[in-house]
């Protein structure tokens, strides 16, 4: 089994992060998402199968990328 992630735009800090698809927050956030509860237009993106898939569609959308530090980035 691969990894997965996913990439959370965040318009109301403006910048975009990269998270494992085994984060806690993603998989709350996006059950958020299902329910149209998400604040402003912030928006999560995948899942993507690669890291590199994601990084790209997370550059994409135009906004500084980060690694999430919750999960991708602590390592
Ligand atoms: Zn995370």
Redesign the pocket.
Known sequence: MGRAYYVFENLEKERSRI??AG?G??VRAVAVQARQALPGRSHWHGPFPTYDEARQQATGLGLPVED?T???GRR
């Open positions: 998270h494992d984060c927050h993603c999430a919750c999960c991708v």
